[in-house]
């Protein structure tokens, strides 16, 4: 198992970073998926949330995985998509449908959201 904590108070710097390590321990995930997933639960981090963020990355053989730790208690649920501006609900149906699985775990301190790609299974891999 490969870990890799982000510091980082930014959605790009977030996302740089997944990308080096999907580059150097998950080659075979869509790069341009894990990043939309980072860029959404980073960017809902610092919107929806008053406290700490922390973005951890885990590779295990064939797995890869993206949590996202946040103070907030309030778990994702999908909305109406607002198309008149600002009103966001685009995010979390994006990264129900680019990640294998996602999970939403509430902890002590806030939630663990954590989006896991399988190679196994084939989905959200490039194609062959």
């Known amino acids: 198992m490969v870990v ?3 510091p980082y ?3 790009a710097s977030a996302r740089d970073s997944a990308a080096r390590f999907v580059a ?4 075979w995930a869509d790069l341009d998926a894990v990043q ?5 639960l980073t960017a809902n981090a610092l919107r929806h949330t008053a406290g700490w963020w922390r973005l951890r990355l885990r590779a295990d ?9 946040d103070s907030s208690t ?22 129900l449908s680019l990640a294998s699985r996602v999970e939403v775990q509430p902890t002590p ?3 663990t959201v954590r989006a896991i790609w ?4 084939g989905i959200g891999t490039e194609a062959a």
């Open 118 to 121: 399988s190679h196994d299974h």
């Open 109 to 111: 301190a806030g939630k």
């Open 9 to 11: 108070a930014d959605c």
């Open 24 to 27: 150097e321990h998950c080659p």
């Open 4 to 6: 890799m904590i982000t």
């Open 61 to 69: 053989p064939g797995v890869l995985a993206v949590e996202l730790d």
């Open 36 to 40: 939309l997933v980072v860029t959404e």
């Open 74 to 95: 309030a778990l994702p649920e999908a909305r109406t998509p607002d198309f008149t501006g600002g009103g966001g609900g685009f995010g979390w149906p994006m990264v």
